[in-house]
């Protein structure tokens, strides 16, 4: 079982970019390097890279540190971790309005000096980890696809879908990640930008709440409720292939922990189940059909991965339901938003 983690952190530019440079970029890219070697499953030295400064100047170099780090993951029980911290760009005019990377050597309104997001997912995507994971902490995120299929990257490669995970500083409408620090988080995340200081606050604090290991879902739980706290954040994105929010990624470090062991009973509790842990109790949750339509509607009227957690239940419900009756019950439920286009 191997975890590889390679983390990207650029803050500093030439004088003559034309590009602000941001010392919360290289603080967080260092902060990640911390996280990762408190943790069991990524402190070995080898685990995890981190690439800023000189070391992060030509895309040239960052992809050689990907590629390799890639390669290092290779089995059905492997983890391959990707974090950027930096400025990102958006040109609609470059083939396949692809989001694009800064390095060391970018220049403003030069999209070729910038790495572009099709050779990052492309080298992700010849990894076979068991799961893969992109963390991007950049403007423009969320214009990023999917890793899988629903990509619209071409070629064989973008066929590998499976466990593949994207996270997003950024999310709907919005395309401006913040870089200036979050005044809120403790001391040193409060020197990160606030989307990666409020994800590590989450690994540093861990969540009481929670197993041993935070999931993809709590994790993306922990980041959205922590900085809906500060009331000054926009949500942050998180896509899915194959991959669950059952998934596990990190240690949880929460002292004391309390797991809840009594079985979801409410929407509420539900909508919360299948956030934080995908589709792992879904046969329970069928077993009221009625109940499990309501909280497909709930689902639907939520963000990205609410909806996505609604269509994956959907196309289940027919195996799942096989008394005519209870699907009925179930279909009623859901029936008039269906049909409505919700």
């Avoid at 650029?10 to 990640?32: F, L």
């Avoid at 390799?68 to 040109?91: I, R």
């Amino acid at each position: 079982m191997a975890f590889r983690a390679l983390v990207i952190g650029v803050g500093t530019y030439d004088a003559d970019s034309g590009m602000s440079g941001y010392p919360t970029i290289e603080t967080s890219a260092r902060a990640y390097g911390d996280a990762l070697a408190r943790d069991a499953r990524w402190g070995d030295a080898t685990r995890s890279v981190i690439l800023s400064g000189d070391e992060a100047r030509s895309a040239d170099g960052v992809m050689r540190a990907l590629h390799e780090a890639a390669a290092a993951a290779q089995g059905p029980e492997d983890t391959l971790l990707v974090v950027y911290v930096g400025h990102g760009a958006y040109w609609k005019d470059v083939p396949g309005g692809q989001v694009h990377f800064a390095v060391g050597s970018s220049r403003v309104n030069e999209p070729w000096t910038w790495l572009s997001s099709w050779y990052v997912y492309r080298a992700i995507r010849q990894s076979k980890a068991g799961l893969k994971v992109l963390i991007t902490d950049c403007c423009y995120s969320n214009l990023l696809p999917h890793l899988g299929p629903d990509s619209p990257l071409p070629g064989i490669l973008g066929t590998r879908s499976e466990g593949t995970c994207v996270f997003t500083a950024v999310s709907g409408n919005v395309h401006n990640a913040a870089a200036d620090a979050c005044a809120n988080l403790p001391s040193p995340l409060n020197g990160c930008t606030p989307f990666s200081g409020h994800l590590l606050n989450v690994l540093g604090q861990g969540m009481s709440e929670h197993d041993d290991d935070l999931t993809l879902g709590a994790l993306r739980a922990g980041i959205d409720e922590g900085m809906h706290e500060c009331g000054v954040h926009d949500a942050p994105r998180m896509l899915l292939n194959d991959a669950s929010e059952a998934a596990t990624l990190f240690t949880n470090h929460a002292k004391g922990r309390r797991p809840s062991g009594r079985e979801p009973q409410t929407e509420d509790d539900w909508v919360r189940e299948l956030r934080l842990y995908g589709e792992r109790k879904l046969r329970t949750l069928m077993r009221e059909p009625a109940l499990a339509g309501r909280v497909v509607v709930r689902l639907k009227s939520g963000d990205e991965q609410s909806r996505d957690l609604a269509s994956r239940i959907e196309s289940r419900a027919a195996a799942l339901l096989s008394n005519p009756v209870d699907f009925v019950r179930y279909w009623s439920e859901i029936e008039s938003v269906l049909l409505g286009g919700a």
